[in-house]
């Protein structure tokens, strides 16, 4: 009985890697750190002075990259901006010659 259950324990063990999905990698967008070597970072720019050839397109390509940043930081959508309601007191004058 004994062997019975440490054998099914083991099959079930061994099983679960075979069961387990693994998300497909998707390309990276946006490329960070040491991404591209110096020959491949002159091809990229060159196939995007092509493909991006007026200011409207770069514009367009820049929100793009913009709303990318801001979801990969969790951070879009943005939070509503609050009122900033400053307390002002007297200036203060300190012996450096600056003023707060």
């Not at 099983?15 to 998300?23: N, R, S, Y």
């Not at 491949?40 to 367009?60: C, F, G, H, P, V």
């Amino acid at each position: 009985m004994t062997r019975c259950c440490l054998t099914s324990f083991v099959a079930v063990l061994c099983a679960l890697p075979l069961v387990a999905e693994d998300k497909p990698k998707e390309s990276p967008i946006l490329c960070r750190g040491n991404y591209h070597s110096e020959a491949d970072a002159i091809q990229q720019l060159a196939r995007m002075a092509a493909t991006y050839s007026n200011l409207a397109e770069w514009k367009t390509r820049a929100e793009k990259v913009r709303k990318q940043i801001l979801v990969g930081a969790n951070l879009y959508p943005l939070p509503e901006r609050t009122p900033l309601n400053p307390i002002i007191h007297k200036k203060r004058e300190y012996a450096d010659s600056y003023s707060v």
